[in-house]
């Protein structure tokens, strides 16, 4: 008998931790950290302590309590059984935090997949300092189409379309059936195709456990393609006399190149945070440009309408140095703050006000609309859907024949039979 356990995602965007068993042997899809601004244990300047944060993060319920998964350094306290246990192996879907955030935490000798598209994304990362907690993970390299076995399970790596480099989605067979994983997916963006092959790919699967992100929002924002989105950036541009200041997602290196090449047509320098930078010139093998020296401050406010710069929200002090002045605009491509429901987005709104900064959203979610969800399901159409991922999941309603069933965390579905 095979069984599936859900350990994050439930009700929640993000944190996503889906657990396969089967004889003793284990696959685990996704290792995230809850994201959740401005709610939960940890806000207002409240951290987990230093090197305790998986302790701190266990006992509030926001780490799973597995055991034979963790480093056993870092679980004094907890009472759970660190150390690999040789039947239990971790594959991750892509390289965003509510999806590989605890991975620093995981025992040395536990294997540890992905995509080389997201290790390679994950090194460069950490070379500028952006580490998860823990440690930087110890990946191996999983390419598209191929299979590792984890005993009886077999478990095999698709490609998918989402906002970041290298996003998969996996099939776990099990000897009752495939149970398939979206990961995040989407088919709006630069690449529909291989969402829509993962989904020919593991049609008729005995289950698929699907993200759910817009559920709750998809019938209110706008769904652009990448193509409009480097439309608009490209409009913004053209029409902006002075400076141009932009916060993308740096993860969505994509996105990143598009609009550097689009600020190049325009004449313009684009310029990064230092660590941005760092972090980027390593993915892209160039140099490049950043601001924070105060003559390129000087040349930025004696010359605005020569650059475009990343300015996420936590950097919008630097604004008293570039001193946009009139003519100016600030371009909002889904990068930090991520949205209204994080607390940061007033504060930003509150700096643009007092610089009187005009402001323009022209992104696009990372995550399929709800129709495309739909769609989705019809293609695979599994016996059993499980939506996770979040808010809302009731909101996903199967076709004629898929049985629905709502995961709940840490109980135990049989892929067999009933719940």
């Known amino acids: 008998m095979a069984t599936v356990s859900f350990w994050g995602g439930v009700g929640v965007i993000g944190s996503s931790k889906i657990l396969v068993e089967q004889g003793g042997w284990r696959v685990l899809l996704d290792f995230g950290l809850d994201y959740t601004p401005g709610a939960g244990p940890f806000r207002a300047g409240v951290t987990p302590r230093p090197g305790r944060e998986l302790h701190d993060r266990i006992l509030t319920g926001l780490a799973p ?3 034979h998964v963790y480093r056993t350094d870092f679980l004094e306290g907890t009472g759970l059984a660190g150390g690999a246990d040789g039947q239990t192996a971790l594959f991750i879907t892509h390289a965003h935090l509510d999806h590989m955030g605890l991975t620093g935490f995981v025992d040395p000798d536990l294997p540890l997949y992905a995509g080389p598209e997201t290790i390679r994304l994950v090194q460069a990362l950490a070379e500028s300092g952006d580490r998860v907690e823990g440690g930087v993970p110890a990946f191996r390299s999983l390419p598209a189409g191929e299979s590792v076995e984890v005993g009886p399970l077999r478990v095999t790596r698709y490609e998918v379309d989402h906002d970041v480099a290298g996003a998969s989605g996996y ?28 989904a020919q790919a593991v049609q008729g699967a005995r289950a698929l456990v699907i993200e759910g992100t817009t559920l709750s929002m998809g019938f209110r924002n706008p769904v652009r393609t990448e193509a409009e989105v480097d439309a608009l950036f490209d409009e913004a541009l053209e029409r902006t006399p002075g400076l141009v200041m932009v916060s993308l997602y740096q993860r969505n290196v994509e996105r990143v190149e598009a609009f550097v090449a689009a600020a190049r047509r325009h004449g313009r320098r684009f310029l990064w945070p230092p660590a941005q930078a760092r972090a980027l010139s390593a993915w892209f093998g160039r140099a490049m440009a950043e601001w924070g ?6 040349d930025i406010h004696r010359h605005p309408e020569q650059f475009a710069i990343q300015l996420p929200g936590y950097e919008v002090p630097w604004m008293l140095d570039f001193d946009p002045g009139p003519g100016s605009l600030y371009v909002h491509a889904n990068g930090e703050p991520l949205g209204a429901y994080d607390p940061l987005w007033d504060v930003l709104q509150e700096w643009l006000r007092m610089r009187r900064v005009p402001f323009w959203a022209i992104g696009t979610s990372g995550h399929a609309s709800p129709e495309d969800l739909n769609r989705l399901v019809s293609i695979v159409h599994p016996d059993i859907l499980f939506p996770l991922h979040s808010q809302e999941p009731d909101r996903l309603l199967p076709p004629p024949g898929v049985e629905r069933w709502l995961p709940e965390r840490g109980r135990y579905y049989d892929l067999g039979g009933r719940r």
Not at 293 to 298: E, I, L, N, R, T
């Open 171 to 198: 099939r776990v067979d099990t000897e009752n059936g495939a149970l398939a994983f979206t990961g995040d997916i989407r088919l709006h963006g630069r690449h529909p195709e291989k969402s829509l092959a993962f």
């Open 293 to 298: 020296d105060p003559a390129v401050s000087g």
């Open 65 to 67: 309590r597995i055991p």
